[in-house]
Every structure is written in structure tokens, then in C-alpha cells.
């Protein structure tokens, strides 16, 4: 087994809905994410892209075939367990930020770390300042999150996805919800990220720019990827 | 502190006013609770320490033989639990002092007092009343009973000193116009009166006492009454009164004379204080209860607008287990802020009632509110809080951990 290799998923099915409505939402899907690569996920509305961003995030179950993360296998876990796994190893970045609205942007950072119990209060306090001053946000450590602008939202959310060090982060259009140059940082930052720290970044997007600029395109259609072509 | 309980206090914070107000119900449930079960055993407890000082423990009376004894072949039917129906009662008790001599080798008896019991007619002026005469010896009456302590005019050296005189109740001593010194005329089965001069009144606190009881000295009574015999009953003070049944039970058969209990004997009235304590405690806890549907309402409300913190912390490896605890913690909260604020206004509001002037004249006799201060209620309002607070929390809980976090993710996505 290569010992880069982050992520892989093989010949995942999954189907959505009940009876009528029932559809066949990925139909085969298999994938291989090794660390220090990025890779786009693009294609139509409704053609299963953050269905198999859930399913690689242990979020939700496929229906068939199987994901590995550092070469064990992940996807049938108990709930507890696939929890523990997203705790540890897996990062999320929301469209939305999604961040907790009552807590700070420093708080925020540190609530992964307080569920994976490996850090005492003042080194939590200190590694998410830490990780908001990568991401240009070391003056609003207080500030609470829902004062910061959506540029800023989403940096702190890039940083709680950081927050654990993962070996995975996976994005659903991480910089849909920002204008030009917010979403050229937010890239710049976590492409920079994944090949210093040897991560793994899957990243949903509908911009064709932001996926030229990735190691991998992922082309799907119609539940299935229908072309993989890595940047030259 | 565990990251739920982090969180859940966070969350509490956020929706001051809603959890303000169920607290509110919590602590208004606890102290009413608290109070209502300090009035009903106030009184209940004041009923059974008058009792107890005017008739004792346990009461020993006349002698009984099974009705089959001496025959050569036993009658039929003769079951066990006829026991009681097939006895022969012989009035009276003749060898009271050699049973109070075996009685006080007893460690639970404290006192026993011989007592001829006997009704007449008593007259003062134009006044007549039908009275229940208690002939006693002074002193074994005095180490028996709380006698010396209920008289609220006279003294009992007066009565001791003095055989031709008596202690009347004083309900009774109001209805024939009677005070210490005056004196009073009863009416032998013989047809003649005899006078006797009041020596004391005595308010025991027991309506019934109070308004028929009159004491003489045992031997004076046996002359009065025509009675061949010293006593008619015996009665107990007990170190332990709650284990007067079992005694009671252990003295009829050792000494084959009817044996009854205070429990027994006052059953009746016991039941109704009882049924007063349930329906109060019933009616205080639909309060408490309608606190927890408040609590079920504020932790619903607030589960549903943070369906999309509860999809970001499960993203981010937060168990189902944690989801709920962090609902579960805010219940918690509001029951032991609720259960500890209730308890300390429940306290306040029952030292306010104890002080608050009533005439009760009737089954009991009390010129206030009369309360008892027991920890046990508190507990039991604190039990019966959190079980409410918990039944109303769990449920909004266990929804959070069940809410599938992608639906919420996959909906705020598109």
C-alpha cells in the first residue's frame, strides 16, 4: 500500500430518496486522494459531487463499495467510531462557514480540539491563535464570529478545519459565498497548507478557475466520474 | 469541563429569557412543593405529638380468653383469621402493676401508667356535660403523659395534693364555665353527686380530648365509678413510637389482654392527614410539572434553531452521545439551579407561613400555621424536579443526536 496515499473510496453506490423518488445518486464512484494534492471535484448541480464529499467524510454511509482513510477501512464503522475518525483525521470546510454564532472566532477553532481531548485549555487557546494568524486573523481572536465579514468567516472556518491537523480536508465550494479576491486567498492558503503540511484537499467548486488550478480535475456527471485529468 | 457541558453552556446563554422563565416555574414548583408538604405534616405531626401526650403509645386494655378455651373438642370454624371475633373480653384489669412490672423490662418502654376509665355526667351551675373520667395515679401519669405541660391554668401539685380534686379539659372546662378553683359535681352510677374542686385545665391540643376529658385520682374514680377492679387500661409511653405496632402485637399475646396501638387507635385520622399530604403533594407536582412542559417547549425551540450547530459539530467528530448531553447538561442546569433556589425559597416561605396567625379549634388545636422542618422534603422536591426536568430534556435530546447532519448541510448548500 503507498504509504501517500490519504483517502481512497472504490466503486461507492449510493441511493437517495424512497420508492418513486427514489435515485441513484453515485453509481460507481472510486477515487484516490494522496497527500500533498488537490483536487477538484466539478460538474453539474445534481450530479452527486457533495454526496460523495459526505460519503468521503464519513458524514453519510454508501450503499455500496467501501472508503479507506490511511489504509484502513472506514465506511462501516459504528457512528461513534466513523465520529472519532472525523474528529481526528478529516477537516471540513462549509460553502456556508458555518460557524457557531455564539462563540468567537478563536472558540470556533478550538471546539474540534476540545472533543479530541489531546490538549490542555491553554494550548488549545494557543494553537488556534496559532492557526488564525496563518490565516490573517491573529487581531479578531475575540471578536465573535458572527461580527467578522464573510471573508474572514471563512478563514476561521479553514482554520477549525485545521484545527486537529487532519490528514483529509474536504471542501464543499469552499469560496462559493466570496467575491474574487477572497476566494483567490482562501485557495492560495489551503493549497499552501496541503503541500506543506502533507495534506489531502477534495474541494466541490463550480469555478472553473479555482479547478484548473488544482492537481486533479474530477469530472462527474450523472453520478459517475466521466473524466480524471491531472494538471500538466 | 467536558466539551457538551462547555457547549451547553454557551447554548443556555444564548436564550436567557426562555430558560429564565422555565427556572422560574422550577423554583416556584420546588418552594410550593416544599411548603404545602411542611404545612400538611406540621399539622399532621402536631396531631400525633397531642395524641401521644394525652393517650400514650399504646394502650393495653381488657383481658380476653379465646371463646373455645376449656373445651374438650374446639368449636368448628375455627379459623385464623377469626382469632379476633372469637374472643370472650373480660373487663378490667386486675393485675395492672405485675404487668407493668414485665412491661418495663422492655427497652422500648419508657413509662406505663394504670388508667380506670369510665363516662358520667358532670354539672357546674346549670351546666351539664356527659365527661370521660380518667382516674390515674398522679405520678406514674405524669412520666406517661405530656399532662403537666398542657395545663394552661392551675397546677398539677394542686391535683396531686389534693384527692378530691380534678383536671378538666379545656373545651370542656369552657362549656360548663369551669376554671382552676371552681368546682364541679359528677354524677355516680350510684344516682348521688359528688363534688370535686378543678385543680387545673389542660388544652392537649386534641379536640376530642379537650372537650370531654376530665382526670381523677384512680381510686377516688374506682368509688365513683362502682369499678371492682383498679384499671381498665394501661398506657405506654415508648422510646421508639413507630415500633408500637409490633410491641402492641407481642403484648396481646404475652399478656392476653387487648393491645392496640397509636397507629391503630388513630388511624382514621392519620389516614386524613395522609390523604391531605398526597392530594398537596399531587396538586404541587402538576405545577412542577407544568414547569417541565415549559422546559420540554424552551429545549424544543432551541434544538430546532440550532439544527445547524448540531450538523456542524457532528461534522466536526461530535458524537449522537454528545449532541444529547449538551441538550441534557441545560436541563441539569435548570434543575439544580431550579431545585437549590426552589429549596431556599421554599424554606423562606415556609418560615413565612409558620408565622402567620390562625385559629384552628376542632380536630387539633393550634393559634398559627403549624409547620414541620424536615430535609426529607427537600429531597423529595429536588427528586421530583430533576426526574421532571430530565423527562422533559431527554426528549428534545435525544431528537438533536438523531438529527441527520447531512439534511441540514445538503439544505443550507444549495
Given at each position: 500500500m503507498n504509504q501517500d496515499v490519504c483517502l481512497t473510496c472504490c466503486d461507492i453506490q449510493r441511493f437517495l430518496g424512497e420508492?418513486?423518488?427514489?435515485?441513484?445518486?453515485?453509481?460507481g464512484v472510486s477515487l484516490t486522494l494522496e497527500a500533498g494534492t488537490v483536487h477538484a471535484v466539478v460538474g453539474p448541480?445534481?450530479?452527486?459531487k457533495s454526496t460523495l464529499l459526505y460519503i468521503l467524510g464519513l458524514l453519510d454511509q454508501p450503499d455500496g463499495g467501501s472508503v479507506t482513510i490511511k489504509s484502513e477501512p472506514v465506511s462501516h464503522l459504528p457512528d461513534d467510531e466513523l465520529a472519532r475518525k472525523r474528529n481526528e483525521l478529516i477537516g471540513f470546510i462549509f460553502q456556508f462557514h458555518f460557524l457557531l454564532e455564539d462563540f468567537s472566532a478563536q472558540e470556533n477553532v478550538m471546539i474540534p480540539m476540545r472533543r479530541l481531548g489531546r490538549l490542555s485549555e491553554n494550548e488549545m487557546r494557543s494553537r488556534a491563535a496559532e492557526l488564525l494568524e496563518a490565516v490573517g486573523l491573529g487581531a479578531k481572536l475575540a471578536r465573535p464570529s458572527r461580527h467578522l465579514s464573510g471573508g474572514e468567516q471563512q478563514r476561521v472556518a479553514i482554520a477549525r478545519a485545521l484545527a486537529n491537523d487532519p490528514d483529509v480536508i474536504l471542501a464543499d465550494e469552499?469560496?462559493?459565498?466570496?467575491d474574487m479576491e477572497n476566494s483567490q486567498r482562501a485557495f492560495d492558503l489551503l493549497q499552501r497548507i496541503v503541500q506543506e503540511r502533507g495534506k489531502a484537499l477534495l474541494l466541490v467548486t463550480h469555478n472553473p478557475q479555482m479547478a484548473n488550478l488544482c492537481d486533479w480535475i474530477h469530472e462527474m456527471e450523472d453520478g459517475q466520474i466521466v473524466n480524471a485529468r491531472q494538471r500538466v | 469541563m467536558t466539551p457538551p457541558l462547555y457547549i451547553a453552556l454557551r447554548f443556555l446563554s444564548h436564550r436567557k429569557r426562555a430558560f429564565l422563565l422555565s427556572l422560574c416555574g422550577v423554583i416556584f414548583g420546588v418552594a410550593i412543593f416544599i411548603c404545602t408538604q411542611a404545612q400538611t405534616e406540621g399539622f399532621a405531626q402536631h396531631f400525633i405529638d397531642s395524641t401521644l401526650g394525652s393517650n400514650g403509645s399504646l394502650i393495653l386494655r381488657s383481658r380476653f380468653q379465646p371463646l373455645?378455651?376449656?373445651?374438650?373438642v374446639p368449636p368448628k370454624k375455627t379459623a385464623t383469621h377469626h382469632k379476633a371475633t372469637q374472643r370472650r373480653y373480660i373487663e378490667g384489669i386486675t393485675n395492672a402493676r405485675e404487668i407493668m412490672r414485665v412491661s418495663r423490662q422492655f427497652s422500648n418502654v419508657a413509662a406505663c401508667s394504670p388508667v380506670l376509665r369510665g363516662t358520667l355526667s358532670a354539672r357546674s351551675g346549670f351546666e351539664n356535660a356527659t365527661v370521660d373520667l380518667f382516674g390515674i395515679d398522679p405520678a406514674l401519669h405524669l412520666q406517661t403523659t405530656d399532662l403537666t405541660r398542657q395545663?394552661?391554668?392551675?397546677?398539677f401539685e394542686d391535683f396531686r395534693d389534693n384527692p378530691a380534686s380534678v383536671i378538666v379539659g379545656s373545651k370542656l372546662g369552657q362549656e360548663l364555665n369551669l376554671t382552676a378553683g371552681d368546682s364541679v359535681q359528677l354524677l355516680s352510677p350510684g344516682g348521688e353527686y359528688w363534688r370535686f374542686m378543678v385543680a387545673a385545665v389542660a388544652r392537649s391540643g386534641v379536640g376530642a380530648v379537650d372537650a370531654g376529658r376530665v382526670y381523677a385520682h384512680g381510686k377516688v374514680a374506682q368509688t365513683l365509678l362502682r369499678r371492682p377492679y383498679p384499671a381498665s387500661m394501661i398506657i405506654y409511653k415508648l422510646r421508639d413510637p413507630d415500633r408500637a405496632p409490633a410491641l402492641a402485637k407481642h403484648f396481646e399475646t404475652l399478656f392476653q389482654h387487648n393491645s392496640q396501638s397509636w397507629q391503630e387507635r388513630e388511624a382514621g385520622n392519620l389516614q386524613l392527614f395522609l390523604t391531605l399530604r398526597i392530594s398537596a403533594a399531587i396538586t404541587v407536582s402538576l405545577i412542577i410539572l407544568l414547569a417541565g412542559f415549559g422546559i420540554f417547549n424552551v429545549l424544543t425551540m432551541s434544538v430546532l434553531s440550532k439544527v445547524k450547530e448540531i450538523a456542524i459539530l457532528r461534522s466536526m467528530g461530535y458524537r449522537q452521545g454528545d449532541i444529547s448531553a449538551i441538550f441534557l447538561w441545560q436541563g441539569a442546569m435548570i434543575a439544580a439551579a431550579g431545585a437549590f433556589l426552589g429549596s431556599a425559597a421554599g424554606a423562606l416561605l415556609t418560615w413565612g407561613v409558620s408565622h402567620i396567625p390562625i385559629r384552628v379549634r376542632g380536630l387539633l388545636v393550634a393559634d398559627h400555621f403549624l409547620v414541620a422542618w424536615d430535609w426529607r422534603h427537600y429531597f423529595w422536591a429536588t427528586i421530583l424536579a430533576v426526574v421532571a426536568v430530565f423527562i422533559a430534556s431527554y426528549v428534545p435530546a435525544r431528537r438533536a443526536a438523531l438529527l441527520p447532519p447531512v439534511a441540514t448541510l445538503r439544505g443550507s448548500s444549495v
Open positions: 420508492e418513486e423518488s427514489r435515485v441513484h445518486a453515485l453509481r448541480s445534481g450530479c452527486g469552499p469560496t462559493g459565498n466570496l | 373455645g378455651a376449656g373445651l374438650p395545663l394552661i391554668a392551675g397546677t
